[in-house]
């Protein structure tokens, strides 16, 4: 990995074992809305120890919650305030109204300390002013978290050269792979392996819709997260706006307008066709919550995963194959990032939290896998496995912390980290491995074209759209609200970039 870094800076990254966005407050609600800490202590805390610090982590995941969460939060926070003086009101956004919600709090300043954030966001609220600037203060009050992930990564969220958010070092490079319920596999006898592309696809999820009937979509999709990896041959910029982008091997790297590509279009029409054939849900383009059960899924994901996708869906097994990567790019690393509130009264105690999150197994596998004895049980003695024995625990590890510090489930490979970071060490970098889009000087344009796709994104990346009707439309529309103007300042950002 570093060598890939190295040559980029010479030029000039479903989730996963858990799930998770609707406005939803855990079931610890005494914490007040002005950040006050919250009044859950127990009477022997209360009266041993000063007030501790209680801080509003948003974080993604699913709902309702479980009946323990509010007894499993408790239990960290004994275990947190023991170690560090500090709690959390963790509380949980749906996967379908994440996105949302966090723009809620952010637009009205609603408080809160920390918050799962991602590269479609991450430059947006650095521009609003609504992250804090943590360059300096990182290193100082939480060094071993500043050195528990590789500068590589840190440079990956560098935005105007400053740190706003702890990147999650994890697969920091993307590898999609495609999952399949291993029943339908043997049924139909699908060469799973051997399917690459969309197109490759196409007969085998005709063969289970006509034999599983008219009712099976054997293509599940939800309004928030369409056919993932779609976008992963163009890089961003950190823009997480699909419309704007890079081919990842263009040596010139010219700014383009995605949707006008030919590659990208074919993969629509395919997508519609799979909505008209009833291979898609009816009702993808306006549903919001993921089902647990999904026979065909596509997402970023690593060796093993598949143990906990299958636990998570209650599924006997599943088989994966990887379609693509491992591929470099600074929206890769941006995959998943926690940034404190500006407007924090707890900076420093934040930074404490999440260095105790990356550096510290037992916390990490709380926030993983939920309560100890009802969601999981450590194998064997060993700290380092674990067993599931629930499937409720709804937070989603890939958006908390490290996955190095972190247990591995039985029955995935016991090396299975070590194969983690071999995809990024073999990770191929994007031509523009290192550049973030400022939008500073454009973010009137950003804002109406992310507006004007807002209005066509659901049911375009679902399928229920023609895409021959529709794009040009679009496209139009984007352009009159300043989507050439993008490209150009791209461009030009890029080429001082890459001088």
Same mark, same amino acid.
């Given at each position: ?21 609707? !406005? ?22 209360? !009266? ?10 948003? #974080? ?10 509010? %007894? ?49 966001? &991450?430059?947006?609220?650095? +521009? ?13 009050? +939480? ?42 596999? #043997? ?22 819709? +006509? ?5 099976? &979509? ?15 041959? &163009? ?80 599924? /006997? ?53 939920? /309560? ?5 049980? &450590? ?32 029955? !995935? ?65 984007? %352009? ?7 490209? #150009? ?11």
């Amino acid at each position: 990995m570093k060598k890939i870094f190295k040559i980029a800076s010479t030029l000039c990254i479903l989730t996963l074992m858990g799930s998770a966005l609707a !406005a939803c407050g855990s079931s610890n609600n005494s914490a007040s809305s002005t950040n006050e800490p919250s009044n859950n202590s127990t009477s022997t805390e209360a !009266a041993g120890k000063k007030d501790i610090p209680t801080l509003v982590w948003w #974080q993604i995941g699913n709902t309702p919650l479980p009946a323990n969460y509010s %007894k499993a939060i408790d239990k960290m926070n004994e275990y947190t305030a023991e170690k560090i003086g500090v709690k959390v009101d963790l509380r949980v956004a749906s996967w379908g109204e994440w996105d949302t919600k966090m723009n809620t709090i952010v637009n009205t300043g609603e408080p809160f300390d920390m918050m799962f954030t991602n590269n479609t966001k &991450y430059s947006k609220q650095v +521009a609003m002013g609504a992250l804090t600037d943590i360059t300096d203060l990182v290193q100082s009050e +939480a060094p071993d978290l500043y050195k528990s992930i590789p500068s590589e990564v840190w440079d990956g969220t560098k935005i105007g050269g400053k740190y706003y958010a702890v990147p999650t070092y994890k697969d920091s490079s993307v590898s999609q792979y495609w999952s399949y319920d291993d029943k339908l596999v #043997q049924k139909y006898n699908i060469d799973y392996q051997n399917i690459t592309s969309m197109q490759d696809l196409d007969k085998p999820l005709h063969d289970i819709k +006509a034999g599983e009937g008219k009712s099976f &979509y054997p293509l599940r999709l939800i309004q928030s997260e369409a056919f993932s990896g779609m976008f992963n041959n &163009y890089d961003d910029l950190t823009l997480g706006f699909f419309p704007v982008g890079v081919k990842v091997d263009d040596p010139s790297r010219k700014v383009i307008s995605v949707f006008e590509q030919p590659d990208v279009m074919a993969n629509l029409k395919l997508l519609h066709k799979w909505y008209q054939d009833g291979i898609i849900n009816p009702d993808a383009p306006t549903k919001t919550e993921k089902e647990k059960y999904n026979p065909f899924g596509t997402q970023q994901a690593f060796p093993g995963a598949e143990i906990a996708m299958q636990i998570n869906a209650g599924v /006997e097994k599943f088989v994966m194959n990887k379609t693509f990567g491992p591929l470099y790019t600074t929206s890769t690393i941006q995959g998943s990032l926690n940034a404190i509130s500006a407007n924090s009264k707890y900076k420093n105690e934040a930074l404490k939290y999440l260095q105790l999150v990356n550096t510290d197994s037992k916390l990490r596998n709380m926030l993983a896998f939920g /309560e100890e004895g009802v969601d999981f049980k &450590y194998v064997d003695g060993k700290d380092n496995v674990i067993e599931r024995t629930s499937d409720t625990w709804p937070l989603a590890a890939y958006s908390q912390g490290t996955f190095f510090n972190m247990a591995i489930t039985k029955g !995935a490979p016991e090396d299975q980290w070590d194969q983690v970071k071999k995809l990024n060490e073999q990770a191929v970098a994007s031509t523009v491995l290192g550049f973030a889009l400022d939008i500073s000087e454009i973010q009137t344009e950003v804002a109406n074209a992310q507006s004007t796709f807002d209005k066509y994104k659901y049911e375009l990346l679902t399928g229920a759209s023609d895409p021959e009707k529709i794009v040009p439309k679009m496209l139009d529309e984007l %352009k009159k609200a300043g989507l050439d103007k993008i490209i #150009q300042k791209a461009q030009e950002e890029i080429d001082n970039y890459f001088k």
